[in-house]
């Protein structure tokens, strides 16, 4: 199915093809908090974002596509190792001039929620913005479970929960660490729906008891 998105944003079709033939596939290594669905909601987000500014969007595209690609990896420097991933990428280069490969492999880095510095470029703000994707608490959580089914495949489901519960409240919460740096209504939206939500710890933990629940049927 087509991205109509893309299409309107005049993607290089050769790099549009390049990136879903040889690129996207590589996300199923990835569990699926961070895999290709997430993804193609970064991208989205990305390019809604990008309108508002004088930028290149086949860099927003590339920057987008591949900042979760080390993920698989080592979750806590994956921002790191998924551009070294694109910038091992030879062929990829061939769309982008020196100056433009720079500029994307600084903002695959500092695209990360918890990075405790602002991205050097627009084109990182940009995705970083994107990929703080809060338009549904429960998609929220269910990531949020996922990541740690995967991680922590050892620890008691009850302590999973709670583990759930503490990591939004981080990340979420009157004093969480998503921020964005570039202003997005959908996120502002959301994160006082999340604060809200949050602020009932009791009602909070049996939505996620809910949620995994019609995870696992």
């Not at 994707?133 to 089914?149: F, G, L, M, N």
Request: proline letters at 3%; hydrophobic letters at 30%; charged letters at 30%.
């Amino acid at each position: 199915m087509k991205n109509q998105n893309i299409e309107e944003n005049s993607i290089n079709p050769e790099l549009q093809n390049y990136i879903e033939t040889e690129i996207f596939p590589l996300y199923e290594r990835n569990e699926q908090s961070h895999g290709i669905n997430h993804i193609h909601t970064v991208i989205n987000r990305s390019l809604n974002i990008a309108k508002e500014y004088g930028v290149n969007k086949n860099m927003v595209y590339t920057v987008a596509a591949y900042h979760d690609l080390g993920h698989y990896i080592n979750p806590k420097i994956h921002e790191k190792l998924s551009a070294e991933i694109f910038m091992k990428d030879n062929k990829i280069k061939k769309w982008f001039t020196e100056e433009e490969i720079q500029i994307i492999k600084e903002a695959i880095v500092d695209h990360r929620a918890s990075s405790n510095h602002e991205p050097r470029s627009i084109y990182g703000k940009i995705v970083s913005t994107a990929d703080r994707t809060v338009k549904s608490i429960d998609v929220c959580i269910k990531r949020a479970y996922t990541y740690y089914i995967n991680h922590c495949p050892s620890t008691p489901k009850n302590e999973r929960i709670q583990k759930v519960y503490e990591h939004l409240n981080d990340k979420y919460g009157p004093n969480g660490y998503a921020k964005t740096y570039l202003y997005d209504e959908e996120f502002e939206i959301g994160k006082k729906k999340f604060i809200e939500a949050l602020s009932d710890k009791e009602a909070f933990i049996k939505r996620i008891e809910n949620v995994i629940e019609n995870m696992e049927v």
